[in-house]
């Protein structure tokens, strides 16, 4: 039998097998094998949109929320934190869950916070020059001339309008919806019960994030710990004591200062710019309600925000209050209170989802052709009509590249 003898080079990260036969052919090879392509990792994928887009489905309200985190997952770290107390071994913890900071983190909830108030300051300046309608029995509201003519109101008198809206001007509480949360000097400290809950003040619960991760907010003052706190399964074993909470704001002063940070009287604080400059307020407006989402998420992915797992509630700590306002499905079997669980980032900083309208001064909108039609984001509807870049994440929600019939072609389309 022939001699076989194989020899191995590489060339441009391929490599090169070279088998020879014999003797005589190692001068005269004959047979090539390229195997193990070495992978390119510098090259980048080109992310291809879809041409439409769902939005989520609409949760029934007697029914309770679905868990962001699978619930075999939540049982799996429960089974392991109780093992671990039966033993007598702490519970590890790591910033910012043992109460300590995470440094990496503090620049962040700045940057979300000054973003937070040029968002604020652009929407109500828009405000003033493009006209928003919200429906006086629903939540629905509609950026346009008109009001839209879908009929999809489920208010109490719905039924007397036929499923119409009846629609009164907007406000910006309607566009940016507030999202409130008991502030706390220390979330680890004492739980807010429902005897003293009107002694906490509550605020935006994107500021309320921004305060707990490092922000210093005068007037708001938050308890930062040197020594973190110690766990056995669910029970703090050392938390260094209570500390008296510092008085929030004199009350003799002008106002308190969260008032910059709150959509209270945005429309009579921020007068209305010159017309030239609306394009660019509105470019600046959608990149900054960009920057508050990129924000909230990245600090919720380490710092612990609960919400009601049956109303909007929204508390930013380790665990939830025990303040009895729930009056959501069964309410009564709770006694009033929360089912708290892990929240989103929807519910933190809600869309606000709304028809899109091509042609915001034409024809109003028709249950007829409803499904031709897309939605966007309160914000980013009113920013778009007001002068600004459709975003390309956005364009196949807002589905632009389909064009709506007229109403007597629509029963003939497929």
């Known amino acids: 039998m022939p001699e076989i003898s194989i020899q191995r080079s590489s060339f441009c990260g391929i490599e090169v097998r070279i088998v020879h036969s ?11 094998c390229c195997t193990n392509r070495r992978p390119n990792h510098y090259t980048k994928k080109r992310e291809i949109l879809p041409q439409n887009v769902e939005l989520p489905p609409i949760l029934p309200k007697k029914k309770k929320k679905p868990y962001p985190i699978p619930l075999k997952k939540i049982q799996e770290a429960a089974r392991a934190d109780k093992k671990l107390a039966q033993m007598g071994i702490e519970k590890p913890l790591e910033p910012p869950k043992n109460g300590l900071l995470v440094p990496d983190l503090i620049p962040v909830a700045y940057e979300v916070l000054d973003t937070w108030k040029v968002l604020i300051k652009g929407l109500a300046q828009l405000l003033h020059f493009i006209p928003v309608h919200a429906c006086s029995e629903c939540s629905e509201i509609h950026v346009a001339r008109f009001g839209h003519k879908i009929q999809n109101c489920h208010g109490p008198t719905s039924g007397s309008r036929k499923s119409f809206h009846s629609w009164i001007r907007a406000s910006i509480n309607d566009v940016l919806l507030p999202i409130d949360s008991y502030h706390m000097f220390d979330p680890f400290g004492r739980r807010i019960k429902h005897e003293t809950r009107f002694s906490y003040d509550r605020i935006p619960a994107v500021v309320e994030l921004c305060i707990q991760a490092g922000v210093e907010l005068p007037g708001y003052p938050s308890r930062r710990r040197t020594e973190p706190i110690r766990m ?7 938390m260094g004591g209570f500390v008296e909470e510092p008085r929030l704001y004199n009350p003799g002063s002008s106002g308190p200062p969260i008032m910059e940070f709150d959509t209270h009287r945005a429309h009579e604080r921020f007068p209305p710019p010159a017309e030239l400059e609306v394009p660019m307020i509105a470019q600046e407006t959608l990149k900054a309600y960009e920057k508050v989402k990129w924000g909230v998420r990245k600090l919720m992915k380490k710092y612990s925000v609960k919400a009601c797992g049956y109303c909007p509630e929204v508390h930013v700590g380790p665990w939830g209050h025990n303040a009895k306002l729930c009056g959501e499905f069964k309410h009564q ?15 933190v900083f809600p869309p606000n989802y709304v028809w899109h309208s091509e042609d915001p001064i034409g024809a109003p909108l028709v249950s007829a ?17 007001a002068g600004a870049r459709v975003p390309d994440k956005y364009k196949p929600m807002m589905r632009v590249d389909i064009v709506v019939p007229e109403d007597e072609e629509a029963r003939f389309v497929a």
């Open 232 to 238: 056995i399964g669910k029970k703090v074993i050392d």
């Open 333 to 347: 079997w709770r006694d009033g209170k929360h089912g708290w669980q892990d929240a989103t980032v929807d519910e």
């Open 22 to 32: 014999n003797a005589i052919s190692t001068i005269r090879p004959k047979i090539f």
């Open 369 to 385: 052709l409803e499904r031709f039609y897309g939605k966007a984001p309160a914000v980013v509807e009113v920013c778009i009509q």
